[in-house]
């Protein structure tokens, strides 16, 4: 939550495909992806939790180095109510982007579909309006090519079957049933900062393959400290991915007073052991090589 020498701002990163949802955009958020050689052309919906500087205020360089890196299609920032009004605030000094921004205030129980991702909103629990999100990934059953080199089917339909749709060779009807196997599990991520611990937060993130999750500090002796400004404890995180039966969880948005988040690290572990520490750049590609 506050920039050091070896920390950026909140800012997480989905990709699929080519198709990118970014979480959040604080201060240096352009760079702390170049860092990562991330294609920032590729970002399509820009997803912000609440109006706190560590979380928007590096709105108007991404926006520029978006335009510097050409993207000219349509970007999607979506948020809390007064989103709006910000977000044109902070274009007085990106003025005359070369793509358009489409602007949608959420309420919280709300659903998107962004490219190939279904995003909902969730109302945590902040001093200002804020919203937690999971985003799910639908993916297409498994192609059998096997079976569609049985069929002679041409390889240049192969894509148009795996997509769902029928195609006509030979006089024949090709449906998709015929070349696909069974269905595969979505994909889900969860995400949320800037809260207090609410009972229906192992509802909302349920099954999620990753969870990531504040945890501003591990000192219980500052616990009533932070739940008076609401915020989250790196156990009571623990406590939401054990309820939630999720995969794995990354911690993340610590104290500018927790030096060492590994320190907790074990106490978060004796609670839910599939835990991270969240530290710049950390990545994973799901399924994990284990789960395919």
Not at 56 to 73: A, E, F, R
Not at 96 to 114: H, I, K, M, S, T
């Amino acid at each position: 939550m506050l920039p050091s020498d070896t920390r950026w701002l909140s800012c997480c990163w989905l990709e699929s495909q080519g198709k990118v949802v970014l979480i959040d955009c604080g201060e240096g958020t352009q760079i702390a992806l170049k860092k990562l050689n991330l294609r920032l052309g590729n970002v399509n919906t820009l997803l912000i939790t609440h109006f706190h500087a560590d979380h928007i205020s590096g709105l108007p360089g991404l926006l520029l180095s978006l335009g510097n890196y050409g993207k000219t299609s349509p970007l999607l920032i979506a948020g809390p109510q007064g989103l709006e009004r910000y977000v044109n605030a902070l274009l007085t000094i990106a003025p005359n982007l070369p793509f358009p921004l489409e602007l949608r205030e959420l309420e919280g129980q709300d659903v998107l579909e962004a490219d190939s991702f279904q995003i909902e909103a969730f109302r945590m629990r902040h001093g200002m309006a804020c919203l937690g999100y999971k985003i799910t990934l639908y993916r297409q059953p498994y192609f059998n090519p096997e079976k569609a080199k049985a069929l002679n089917i041409p390889v240049q339909m192969y894509k148009v079957l795996h997509a769902g749709e029928s195609v006509e060779h030979d006089g024949r009807t090709i449906t998709p049933d015929m070349v696909l196997d069974g269905e595969r599990a979505p994909l889900r991520v969860g995400y949320y900062t800037d809260t207090r611990v609410f009972d229906r937060m192992s509802e909302i993130y349920a099954g999620c393959d990753l969870l990531i999750a504040e945890g501003m500090h591990g000192d219980p002796e500052l616990r009533d400290k932070l739940h008076e400004k609401k915020h989250s404890m790196i156990q009571e995180a623990a406590q939401v991915a054990a309820k939630a039966d999720v995969k794995r969880l990354w911690l993340t948005h610590y104290s500018p007073a927790l030096i060492n988040p590994r320190e907790y690290l074990k106490a978060a572990r004796e609670i839910f052991p599939n835990t991270d520490m969240g530290f710049d750049g950390i990545k994973m590609t799901l399924p994990s090589e284990d789960e395919k």
